[in-house]
């Protein structure tokens, strides 16, 4: 399993790395969208890794045989794709058409996930 560090890292890194990437789209620029997005990320991944360390929840960080991809590393995307959603799209941006939040939240899983894979 992971040690508190490595929890304690990854959030902010899968955060900062979301931020990142969504400061790129025009549309996450507008109102720090993109800001919202990487501290929402950050606690979402934060949030789900404490709950695994917390447990001992070791069995949920063996990789799968075709997509090298755990429970873990998926349980972390979905927590961002869902922190994502839940701040955007029920907090800062409710006037927004869904498809971008959803697109913002989606790309935030995604980005969480295949860094969780490699660390």
Known sequence: MFGLQEVIIVGPVAGVLVALVLSTWSWARLRFRF??????????????????????????????????????????????????????GLVTEQQEPAKRVITAAAIAGIITMILDLFV
């Not at 606690?43 to 799968?64: P, Q, S």
């Open 35 to 88: 800001v919202v997005a990487g501290v929402a990320t950050a606690l979402g991944a934060v949030a789900w890794n404490l709950a695994l360390w917390n447990a001992n929840a070791t069995n949920m960080d063996v990789d799968g045989p075709i997509l090298r991809l755990s429970f873990q590393d998926v349980g972390s995307g979905v927590l961002a794709f869902a922190a994502v959603a839940a701040a955007l």
